[in-house]
């Protein structure tokens, strides 16, 4: 038995995934299923949501200006004020090479409206530099995801788990999935998330457009103060959150140990740090540190990696370029983004911080 096509089959677990989803139904009025699991209840978190990151180019600063406001209004409407939190988070760097590249952030970022306060010297170390970027939109996964699972299934999104399915994307980017005996087709496959990528692209073809790269997520037990509720280290691709009950959750490159090893020395040793749980997991990076948006050479599923702590709030943007909605700003940004461009060089590099960290 099957069903008729759907326009587009999106395939990712992060809120980025469920809200590109939605919009393309609600907005876009397109007929959608999404594939992905619901987990941030009880699976430490692999990435971070931000209204504002580590972006050196001024033309992502731009069009963040735009979708932000879009993307607090959806949520809103969908239920989801109480899962955004505002706080002033800081960002910063060890290196030479990271404090250069936190040097135009500053610039870029305020040209485009963003308060940052540079911290006082030794603040967070001695030879570390780093900026509180004040009012930014932090989303709880946690408290999200119920909120757009309800919003999803509220616009007639049809929902499968990725366990329960077995999903082929044909090299056209059409993708057909057999579910309890219905075979379903959709128009479009949309990876929206690194862990879709990894799934369904070819190894060489990943191998060829991102640099893999291991990353762990540790949770610690109840621990003093830190600096800000969310703190990134941008020359070492290291996040930290602390939660309400003081647990922090760091997200690294690297290995376990590693990962261990960098962030006891960056929380102090007086904090006497324990862990309380873990995990590992894989991450791509584009080799010229600027996001991944599209399909390559126009053919294949649509991919979107690289794009960062902000990438669900350039939800509203993506889901338009998709349809063939977008306005001449996002068409021009999203356009020279598509996977298979030139990277060396690049006209669109953005910095990178496994490049930074060679370079020390």
């Keep these: 038995m099957s069903e008729a096509p759907a326009d587009f089959a999106v395939v990712g677990s992060t809120p980025l995934a469920r809200l590109v989803a939605g919009l393309l139904a609600s907005v876009h009025g397109k007929r959608v299923i999404w594939i992905g699991d619901s987990h941030a209840a009880f699976r430490l978190p ?28 959806l949520l809103a409407k969908a239920g989801g004020k109480a899962s955004m939190m505002r706080l002033d988070p800081i960002f910063f760097a060890d290196t030479p090479i990271g404090q250069q590249a936190m040097a135009f952030v500053c610039s870029s970022a305020a040209g485009f409206g963003a308060a940052i306060e540079p911290l006082p010297s030794g603040h967070l170390g001695k030879g570390r530099k780093g900026i509180v970027l004040r009012d930014a939109l932090y ?58 990528i990894l799934a369904h692209l070819p190894t060489e073809t990943i191998a060829r457009l991102f640099e893999r790269r291991p990353m762990t997520t540790i949770l610690t037990e109840p621990t003093f103060q830190l600096s800000a509720r969310v703190m990134l280290q941008i020359d070492a691709d290291l996040s930290f959150m602390q939660g309400s009950h003081g647990g922090v959750v760091a997200i690294g490159a690297g290995g376990h140990d590693a990962c261990v090893s960098h962030i006891g020395v960056l929380l102090g040793a007086n904090r006497q740090l324990r862990q309380a749980g873990g995990n590992s997991h894989e991450s791509l990076r584009s080799h010229d540190g600027a996001p991944v948006v599209g399909s390559i050479d126009g053919t294949g599923p649509e991919l979107l990696a690289g794009l960062g702590a902000t990438g669900a709030f350039l939800a509203p943007a993506l889901a338009r370029w998709f349809v063939g909605a977008a306005t001449q700003d996002e068409l021009s940004y999203f356009a020279a983004r598509i996977p298979g461009r030139a990277t060396a060089p690049s006209i669109v590099a953005d910095y990178a911080p496994h490049a930074a960290l060679a370079a020390a």
């Design 46 to 73: 692999r990435g971070i949501d931000l209204s504002f990151g580590p972006m050196t180019r001024p033309e992502s600063w731009a069009l963040l200006s735009q979708t932000v406001p879009e993307t607090v209004k």
């Design 139 to 196: 989303l709880q996964r946690d408290r999200l995801e119920p909120v757009l699972d309800r919003w999803l299934e509220g616009l007639g999104v049809t929902r499968v788990p990725p366990a329960q399915v077995h999903l082929h994307i044909a090299p056209n980017g059409s993708a057909s999935m057999e579910l309890d005996g219905t075979v379903t087709a959709a128009t479009r496959a949309v990876l929206a998330d690194d862990e879709a």
